[in-house]
């Protein structure tokens, strides 16, 4: 337990379980999260819109599903892309500031502890912590430098920071030991609870249909769709069907197109709000934002981030494993999602009930938010209380968060 945790305790009297579940007029509480469908970069339902629209959707969507006047609005931080065009688009009054930020696969949770952080400060009473990607028009607007300082990338982990992801992970599988049967095990779960979850509607309620415009490849004529389930799940995966896929990294490596994350895209957004000021308002309190943390490991292992970031966040808690209900963990790759809930000592059964990003996707910038939208529909769903949400993040980094469902 930490000094903090521990002195929190005493003077409070509460275990750290009792003082998540508490209610107080100063605490950060989500009125609001929703995400649009994930859809396959460059062929998906989103391959010709950009992400500044389907961000405006999802805006637009959390807004009116909240119930409140978007004026009241003090901030929002977007991990990713043009969003100022994007809060207008969506009839959020200019006068309601807006920022992006980069934390790459953390963005939409950076952006969400960001918005809780000037919550508590008093700096605001109401925010939106969001996040979009488009891989399809290029990772959400951005693009890499055409060059690095030679001086800089004398420097081992600097350089390392310039590693493939796809080989991170097989640096991962390597140290660790996470044989490809064992990845290509987890893939197909991920596909089966995904597939399953789509096929019983359980992604409905966090998902905003978004009305866009596709071009078909065949005839190149311009239709009318709506985007409003994620198209990347498929159904009938098996260990065996994955194990016929070729390597993608390495010639003799164990990562491959069907145990790694799908390139997409997508959005999601998560309206934040001072307790006492959403009761005023009478708007709907859906959960409890508790406690985020950042941590950084080695860049060419990058994608333990969650071993390391999951115990931090707990540690500043004071809840132990066993007191989260269930976790949301980014699958960004199978060897480091396995070794990460391996190495906290999580139940598998407690990971990703509804599938992963192997079969979802995983639009890096949006990932962040998406996974609070998804955890507290899941709570609902389970009756579950106390969820965690974690992810790797490129160049040697990891995020998780405690979240309380209050539905």
Do not use: W
Request: proline share 4%; net charge neutral; aromatic share 4%.
């Amino acid at each position: 337990m930490s000094s903090i945790t521990q002195a929190l305790q005493n003077l409070t009297g509460m275990s750290p379980k009792a003082r998540a579940l508490s209610q107080n007029d100063n605490d950060v509480v989500i009125v609001a999260a929703v995400r649009s469908a994930i859809t396959k970069a460059k062929k998906g339902g989103f391959k010709d819109t950009r992400p500044e629209e389907i961000l405006s959707g999802v805006l637009s969507a959390a807004v009116k599903k909240s119930g409140m006047n978007p004026a009241l609005i003090g901030d929002i931080a977007v991990g990713a892309s043009a969003a100022r065009m994007a809060a207008l688009h969506a009839g959020i009054p200019n006068t309601v500031p807006i920022f992006t930020l980069n934390r790459q696969c953390a963005s939409g949770l950076q952006a969400v502890n960001i918005i809780a952080g000037e919550i508590n400060s008093g700096m605001i009473d109401i925010g939106i912590g969001a996040g979009v990607e488009s891989m399809t028009f290029g990772y959400g607007g951005s693009s890499m430098p055409d060059g690095f300082s030679e001086k800089v990338l004398a420097c081992q982990e600097s350089e390392d920071c310039l590693i493939p992801m796809g080989i991170t992970s097989e640096n991962v599988a390597t140290d660790y030991g996470i044989s490809r049967q064992v990845q290509d095990e987890f893939a197909a779960k991920s596909f089966q609870k995904a597939a399953a979850a789509q096929k019983a509607g359980k992604f409905k309620d966090e998902i905003v249909p978004l009305k866009v415009k596709v071009i078909d490849p065949k005839t190149e004529k311009e239709m009318e769709v709506v985007v409003a389930h994620d198209d990347g799940v498929r159904d009938g995966v098996t260990p065996e069907s994955l194990g016929k896929l070729k390597p993608a990294f390495k010639k003799d490596g164990s990562t491959h197109a069907g145990n790694a994350s799908q390139v997409s895209d997508g959005a999601a957004a998560v309206i934040l709000a001072r307790r006492s000021v959403a009761k005023k308002l009478g708007l709907p309190i859906l959960g409890k934002f508790v406690l985020a943390a950042a941590v950084g490991v080695p860049p060419r292992i990058m994608g333990v981030g969650p071993a390391f970031a999951i115990p931090k966040v707990l540690e500043l808690t004071g809840l132990t494993k066993d007191e989260i209900d269930f976790y949301e963990i980014n699958e960004a790759f199978a060897s480091q999602a396995v070794y990460s809930v391996m190495k906290v000592g999580i139940p598998f059964e407690k990971v990703n009930v509804n599938g992963g990003a192997i079969a979802m996707g995983h639009p890096l910038g949006c990932t962040g938010a998406r996974q609070v939208a998804t955890g507290l529909n899941i709570a609902r769903q389970t009756g579950g209380k106390i969820f965690c949400t974690s992810m790797c993040i490129g160049s040697g980094m990891g995020m998780a968060a405690v979240f309380v469902s209050e539905q």
